[in-house]
Every structure is written in C-alpha cells, then in structure tokens.
C-alpha cells in the first residue's frame, strides 16, 4: 500500500550537467553533493558515448540525474561539448521538465589558475541552450580572490562562480576542512525550476540544505496528502480510510522524514509509520478515525467502519503532519541540522506526542462531535 502511495507523490526530478577536464574533480564533488550518486544513479560507471546521462532513463522515483562526459581535453573538446549538447537538446525536447537538463556545472581546478577555450565554449552555449552555468573551482583555498575574479571577467555568462573543497584536503600547515558545498547547493536551488530545487532538497547531502527549506518541502508533503485526503474522503466509505487515506498518512510520514534528510528504506518506512500511528491512534478513542490508524498497525485490528468526510480525512491528515514535522524539525535542531536515525524516531516520538498532541487530539473530537455525513 505504501508502494502505491508513494506512486502517486509529486514526480521530482533535478538534471545536472557536470562539465569539465579530466581530473578537474568532477566526481569527487558530484559524490560530496549527492550522496546517493553512485547507488541511485549508477554514476562512476565508464561511458561507452561522449556524453551519458545516470540514470539513463528516469522512473517515478529519480530526484536527480547526472550527464557525465569523457572529459573535455584541450586538443579536442569540440567533439565532447557537441556531444554534451546534442544530449541535453534530446532530453529536453520531452514535455515533461522532470527529463531535462536544469542546470550546468563548470568544473575547473582553482589551481590550474587558467580559463581555457573549452571553458568559454561551454559557458557560451550551453547559457545559449537556456541552461544556466555555474562555475565551480574545485581543491579551492579559501581566500584566493584572484582567480575568482579572473574567472567572473573571462566568463560573464555563468551565473556564479564557486570556491569549493569537495572533501578535506591536506597542506604543510594542516588540513582544508570542505566548505562551498553549501553555497553550491543554494546557487543551482535559485537556478532550477521550483519543483527540480525540491528534488535538490531531498538529494543533496542533507548538511548542505538549510533546515529552513527542509521545512518548507515538509510543509508541501502535507498539503499534497491533506488535499489528497480531502479528495478520498468524497469516495464511498469504508474503503476509503483502509485503501486511500490510510496509505496518503503512511507516505506522507515518509516523505516528511525525507524532506529533513532521513534515509528510509522498505522496513524503516514501516517502523516509522507504526511509531507515529500508535500513540495518535491511543489517544483518538474510538472514533471512525481511529480505525483508519489503527490499521497502520499490523494485528491491532479493524473498528466498524463508519464514514467519515473529505474535510475531517483532510483535518486529521494535516494534523498528523503539522505534529510529526514539529517532532523532526525540532530534533534536527537539536542534532545540529542532522536528520535523526529511524530508531531516535520510534523511540522518541511516544514522549513527544504526549506533550504535544493536542493538535490531533483537537483534530479528532471535532470528528466525534460532526454529524455523520
Ligand atoms: N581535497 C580535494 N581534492 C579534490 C577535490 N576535487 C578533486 N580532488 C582530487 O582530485 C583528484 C581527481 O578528482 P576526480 O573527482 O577523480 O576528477 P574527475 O576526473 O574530474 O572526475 C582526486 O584525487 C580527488 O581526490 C577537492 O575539492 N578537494
Ligand atoms: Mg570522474
């Protein structure tokens, strides 16, 4: 059921062309960025063309995708940057955004201290294509201004330019802590489609994201599942609570717990959603609500089913999630916006819900005392 329901989220999805020499270190910041790069993507795999989308194809499930290149080396880039283009001309003539190519990164080693011809080539035609660029200058020292300004004056039509270091890197007087990610990941969530900057939210490493945002995605997944739940309540009852409302609750617990970074597989999902419907469904005494949570849980049983209407099924779904994205929101807070681990969650979520339950108890007497429609 949760399978299905998770079918039915907002399709999201982030194209990121990462463009550079070989040993610019493309990959190195891809995998810094996107944590997941390598197992949800495939990227790090040999190209067998020039240029190569990971994931070739996109499914329901992508948040992002990456084109990756052969590397465009001095004497014969022409070939590579035709190639990336004529890539990002094919996925971008589908109807649906989620395919496209939203944003270039331009990789350039801070030290190599040069703008090449293949740089300005890039920078000139993909912003032609309507793809922004972002130039990024990677194993970067902190303060060197120069090359940055070198860089904004040879190549006005990027968007940014971007001092980073993708992981800690080593000098005689001691080690270059990361930094740039961060501003990295701001610059292209201002410079993609609204919907390509959620999936941003939900894929870049979850330290990178403002916990502001996170709350901002966490607040739409329970809108989608109030409004979704306003629309199932208007479907005959019983079936409505069991097989529509019921699974709107479950993947929207899971999708809350994404927006604020947590990594939840198959069984996580299920723990999750046990350990935020018991104790609502222990406080809810007996109302027609009640057995729609009640159902979260495996052998807890079913109630009669008595109907209940698109207005209460929407009220009692928003509550649900104003709570549980209160709970996450202030545990990430606490843990330095770092997402809880799921067992945090099922331990933690019982003791919280005590003191502030209050909204969802509030949600369900309104229930008990609306006449049955
Ligand atoms: N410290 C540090 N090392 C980097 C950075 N970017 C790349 N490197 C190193 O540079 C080398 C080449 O990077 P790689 O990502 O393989 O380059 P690619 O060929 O463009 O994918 C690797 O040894 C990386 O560890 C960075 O931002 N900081
Ligand atoms: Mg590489």
Redesign the pocket.
Known sequence: MLEKAKERLPVECVGVAVL?S????????VNAFFPGAKAKTGYGAPITQEAEWFPKKRDKHTRFRILDTR?FEEKDYEETVEAALEAVDETNESEDRNDHAHIAWL?IKEGSGRVQDSHKDIATRFTEAGIPVIAVL??AIADDEEFRGEVRKLLPEVKDVIP??????GTRAGSIEPFGLDTLYGVTSRSVPPRSAHALTESADSSLVPIEEKRELAKRRVKWAAAAAAAAGTIPIPIVDAVVLMPIQASMIVSISRAYGMKVDKESSMALVAAIAVPVAATSGGSALTASIMKFVPGAGTLAGSAIGGTTASAITGAIGRVYMMFLHKLCEANGNNPPQTSQVVRQFGEFYKEHGAIIAEALKTIAEAPKK
Request: charged share 15%; hydrophobic share 20%.
């Open positions: 550079g070989t040993g610019t270190g493309k990959s190195t910041l590397g990789v990677t194993e980073v270091n993708s992981i800690p890197k």
